[in-house]
């Protein structure tokens, strides 16, 4: 049957999307059957995940499909779960961005997508995270993953505290803040990506010329910019801008919960975290900026989104692929996108939320280069990522000093 194009309004799991280009009169394909098993990393994308499966079982009502959130330690989890023969059939990988997706492949765990997978509705950008050499092996989000800076609207009417519009401002808010007896900054100090979706957003604003110098190498990822933005947020957290208890804080939830529950005015924390802030507390007025220089620029340190990859051991290949296929597809891509109420990468889908429109408006239009992008990039033997992330967080409990940090990395960089 030849399909024909038509504008549709999805609707999934009661949520209404914009119009996207969809496909009309589409025969469920009930041939196809199976059993999957998806893992996800984090809740706060349960939510996108179980609509882009209510998505697929209406295409093929056959597949039985199960998800896990496996919230805690996952990477070791997912490890161990592939090293015993028990991976699922598609889960959550982080891409080229670490070296675990390298390790995936080499050990023949993950199934080449290069040739199986339609990516005709995804550009190059959005694949960037998605190969390993020439091969593809995850279905990206056409979401860019970018950090903001959340604050509490209501309080900062009922204090008079105003959104800064240099870097030089933004310094004087936190200070304010901390005098008027709330935390500036919701943060935990043990987790390597908390303090790297802080620490990427202040570089930009310290020093845009360096920030943009990241995209094509032409400055160093431990050159003085970035020495120098480390050690800024070492200061703060000495002048206790994150709270007395910040390094006790356990995770990104309980980091989350102290922004939502009132406890601090702000948090510095993924796009992706918007959906999330507005399930834990649906009444909480909240707003996005980004942190500005001292010229008044501002900008957006993104990444392109990944997503799933198939076990090279699942029972149903078939199954798997075609649900590879519909999350490669424009509709289940407006589904995750605008479910997570996430900044969208293409003009295609449009914005969701108002929350993503402001967080994607603040950038003024400049995207820059992810700083840990750029370690996995250029690592001389692939150690400049799990050497960061494991000593990144010493810096702030004293074990270390940034600059004994920066040259241990700078040591395995080309």
């Known amino acids: 049957m030849k399909l024909k194009k038509a504008t549709a309004l999805l609707c999934v799991g009661g949520m209404l999307l914009t119009p996207v280009t969809a496909m009309a009169a589409e025969t469920p394909n009930e041939d196809l059957k199976g059993s999957l098993t998806i893992w996800e990393h984090n809740y706060s994308f349960e939510n ?9 079982q209406k295409k093929y009502p056959n597949v039985d499909v199960e998800y896990e959130i496996k919230d805690s330690e996952y990477y070791s989890v997912l490890a161990t779960a592939i090293q015993s023969g028990d991976a699922p059939d598609l889960f959550y990988t982080d891409g080229n961005s670490t070296a675990s997706m390298e390790d995936y492949v080499e050990n023949g765990a993950l199934m080449d997508l290069t040739d199986t997978v339609d990516w005709s509705s995804l550009g190059e ?31 900062f009417e009922e204090n008079g505290w ?7 401002e933004f310094e004087e808010l936190l200070a304010t803040i901390k005098e008027a007896g709330v935390t500036p900054i919701s943060a935990c100090g043990t987790g390597a990506y908390d303090l790297l979706f802080m620490y990427e957003p202040i570089m930009a604003a310290m ?9 094509d190498y032409s400055v160093k990822a431990t050159d003085a910019p970035a020495r120098d933005a480390m050690k800024k947020m070492v200061e703060w957290a000495d002048k206790g801008y994150y709270g007395d208890n910040w390094l006790g804080v356990a995770d990104s939830n309980a980091m989350l919960l102290a922004f939502t529950s009132g406890e601090a005015a702000m948090m510095i924390s993924g796009s992706w975290d918007a959906t999330a802030i507005a399930d ?19 900008g957006l340190v993104g990444t392109p989104s990944t997503g799933f990859s198939v076990s090279a051991t699942t029972e149903s290949p078939d199954a798997a692929l075609a649900f590879a296929n519909y999350c490669a597809s424009l509709e289940a891509q407006t589904i995750w996108v605008q479910t997570m109420g996430s900044v969208s990468s293409v003009p295609e889908i449009e914005a969701s ?27 001389v033997d692939g150690t400049a990522v799990p050497t960061w992330e494991e000593d990144f967080p010493k810096v702030f409990s004293g074990d270390i000093t940034v600059d004994e940090l920066m040259d241990e990395i700078s040591a395995v960089m080309e």
Do not use: C
């Open 125 to 155: 950008w959005n694949m960037g995270r998605s190969n390993i050499g020439d091969k593809l092996y995850s279905v990206p989000w056409l979401n860019m993953d970018t950090r903001t800076v959340y604050y509490n609207i209501d309080m």
């Open 207 to 215: 020093d845009v010329e360096y920030t943009k110098g990241l995209s």
């Open 280 to 298: 834990n507390n649906p009444e909480l007025n909240y707003g996005a900026f980004a942190i500005p220089s001292e010229d008044g620029v501002t």
């Open 353 to 379: 939320t108002e929350i993503s429109k402001e967080i994607s408006e603040s950038g003024g239009g400049n995207v820059y280069t992810s700083w840990q992008s750029v370690l996995a990039t250029h690592s």
């Open 162 to 168: 105003k959104v800064p519009t240099k870097f030089s």
């Open 48 to 56: 996108a995940l179980k609509a882009v499966i209510e998505g697929f």
